[in-house]
């Protein structure tokens, strides 16, 4: 396998930077229109450790999305992603976009304690137990706030903060990443990539998983996203003819199949 040309979603993606560009230009636009919005909400002390929170227009009672962007650990930021609250917003679910340290200039565990933070600062302040989404790296870190402890972080926290995840285009598998350029900033040595593995960690009690991958990407991303699923005991879909960008469309469209199971998936949190 080269590992190298199954990882580098950019080489295999040569039109990204306008998709990207895109993004910040939709997701400025959104939250230029979205009157419900708390902006720029500290859940820790560092510059970075903000979050966006997007509220239906109408109601206090809504159930609540956590959605984390990629960038493999090592670039963009919220600012590039409040459009993609816009699906679940019309299904009454409020969405919260948080932003995060990066490497090299932090190593990834502490990029998990900031999720948790985050995750931790929400049901602090609304009382309700989160649907974490994520993008590839932010695939990842759902998938590890899923797996997180909680009670062990802090006695008052439930067991089942985050109860059910519904990661795209996730990394599961970090050692795999190790022979590659994109490892180089994260820093790991073997033992920690194994440990930051959410595949190698048990599978959440009573958790509901459902992981997306596109249909387009590599063997390596449908793999590790099927693998991952089988594990923890969920289920998996790939969206037809989606790149590892492009799958993230879904999100913004309210009457997309995929935003309808994620509702779902919210509304069954706020009934239990």
Same mark, same amino acid.
């Given at each position: 396998?080269?590992?190298?040309?199954?990882?580098?979603? &950019?080489?295999?993606?040569?039109?990204?930077?306008?998709?990207?560009?895109?993004?910040?230009?939709?997701?400025?636009?959104? &939250?230029?229109?979205?009157?419900?919005?708390?902006?720029?909400?500290?859940?820790?002390?560092?510059?970075?450790?903000?979050?966006?929170l997007? +509220?239906?227009?109408?109601?206090?009672?809504?159930?609540?999305?956590?959605?984390?962007?990629?960038?493999?650990?090592?670039?963009?930021?919220?600012?590039? %992603? =409040?459009?993609?609250a &816009? *699906?679940?917003?019309?299904?009454?679910?409020?969405?919260?976009?948080?932003?995060?340290?990066? %490497?090299?200039?932090?190593?990834?565990?502490?990029?998990?304690?900031?999720?948790?933070?985050?995750?931790?600062?929400?049901?602090?302040?609304?009382? +309700?137990?989160?649907?974490?989404?994520?993008? =590839?790296?932010?695939?990842?870190?759902?998938?590890?706030?899923?797996?997180?402890?909680?009670?062990?972080?802090?006695?008052?926290?439930?067991?089942?903060?985050?109860?059910?995840?519904?990661?795209? =285009?996730?990394?599961?598998?970090?050692?795999?990443?190790?022979?590659?350029?994109?490892?180089?900033?994260?820093?790991?040595?073997?033992?920690e990539?194994?440990r930051? =593995?959410? +595949?190698?960690?048990?599978?959440?009690?009573?958790?509901?998983?459902?992981?997306?991958? *596109?249909?387009?990407?590599?063997?390596?991303?449908?793999?590790?996203?099927?693998?991952?699923?089988?594990?923890?005991g969920?289920?998996?879909?790939?969206?037809?003819?989606?790149?590892?960008?492009?799958?993230?469309?879904?999100?913004?469209?309210?009457?997309?199949?995929?935003?309808?199971?994620?509702?779902?998936?919210?509304?069954?949190?706020?009934?239990?």
């Amino acid at each position: 396998m080269d590992a190298q040309a199954e990882y580098d979603n &950019r080489a295999r993606v040569p039109e990204h930077p306008g998709i990207i560009a895109g993004w910040a230009h939709d997701a400025a636009a959104f &939250r230029a229109a979205w009157n419900t919005a708390d902006l720029g909400l500290a859940y820790g002390p560092g510059e970075r450790e903000r979050l966006d929170l997007f +509220r239906p227009e109408a109601g206090t009672g809504w159930p609540l999305a956590l959605f984390i962007h990629g960038g493999y650990w090592q670039a963009l930021d919220r600012s590039f %992603c =409040s459009h993609m609250a &816009r *699906g679940l917003l019309a299904h009454g679910v409020a969405v919260a976009i948080p932003s995060y340290d990066l %490497c090299p200039a932090v190593p990834l565990a502490r990029i998990v304690t900031q999720m948790q933070a985050a995750a931790a600062f929400l049901f602090r302040r609304h009382r +309700r137990r989160i649907l974490a989404i994520g993008h =590839s790296a932010g695939g990842h870190l759902a998938a590890m706030l899923m797996a997180t402890q909680w009670p062990a972080l802090d006695a008052t926290l439930p067991p089942d903060l985050v109860p059910a995840g519904l990661p795209i =285009s996730g990394v599961f598998e970090l050692e795999p990443l190790l022979p590659t350029s994109i490892a180089s900033p994260l820093g790991l040595t073997p033992a920690e990539a194994r440990r930051l =593995s959410p +595949r190698h960690l048990p599978p959440p009690a009573g958790a509901v998983l459902h992981a997306v991958a *596109g249909g387009a990407e590599s063997g390596e991303f449908l793999r590790q996203t099927r693998d991952f699923a089988a594990a923890w005991g969920g289920t998996w879909e790939a969206v037809p003819e989606a790149n590892h960008f492009t799958v993230l469309n879904p999100l913004a469209e309210p009457g997309h199949p995929l935003v309808g199971r994620a509702a779902a998936m919210t509304a069954r949190l706020a009934a239990g």
